[in-house]
C-alpha cells in the first residue's frame, strides 16, 4: 500500500519560510508523480505544486515564484518550500502520489494516494 505521510507545517509570521516534508512508503518503481495540494476552511481543495518523475514541474499561479517543490527519489520523499508566506497561505497542506501519466496540471482526481495533512498558518 503507498502511504504519504506528511510533516513540517507549523506557525509563521507573513514573509517568513517553512519547508514540507512527505516521505511515501510503499513504492515499488519510479513512475510516479507526486504533488502538493491545500485545504482553507470555506474553501475547495486547491492544487499547489506537482512534480514529475523527469524533475519536470507545475505550480499554481499565486505561489509561483514564492514556492519550490523538490523530490528526494532515494530517499522517496517530496519537499515543498515556502518563502514569502502570506496570510491566504493559511491552509491543510496534502501530499498526494499519482501513477498515472502525467499530465502537468494540479487536478486532485489525477491522484491515487493522499497523507493525512499538516497545517500550515501564517499569521501575526
Known amino acids: 500500500q503507498i502511504s504519504p505521510m506528511e510533516s513540517g507545517g507549523g506557525s509563521v509570521q507573513p514573509g517568513g519560510s517553512l519547508r514540507l516534508s512527505c516521505v511515501v512508503s510503499?513504492?515499488?518503481?519510479?513512475?510516479?508523480?507526486m504533488g502538493w495540494f491545500r485545504k482553507a476552511p470555506g474553501k475547495e481543495r486547491e492544487g499547489v505544486a506537482a512534480i514529475d518523475s523527469d524533475g519536470s514541474t507545475v505550480y499554481t499561479d499565486s505561489v509561483q515564484g514564492r514556492f519550490t517543490i523538490s523530490k528526494d527519489n532515494a530517499r522517496h520523499t517530496l519537499y515543498l518550500q515556502m518563502n514569502s508566506l502570506k496570510p491566504e497561505d493559511t491552509a491543510m497542506y496534502y501530499c498526494?502520489?499519482?501513477?498515472?501519466?502525467?499530465?502537468?496540471?494540479?487536478?486532485?482526481?489525477?491522484?491515487?494516494?493522499w497523507g493525512q495533512g499538516t497545517q500550515v498558518t501564517v499569521s501575526s
Open positions: 498526494a502520489a499519482s501513477v498515472s501519466s502525467w499530465l502537468g496540471r494540479l487536478y486532485p482526481h489525477d491522484y491515487n494516494y
Open positions: 510503499g513504492l515499488t518503481n519510479g513512475n510516479y508523480y
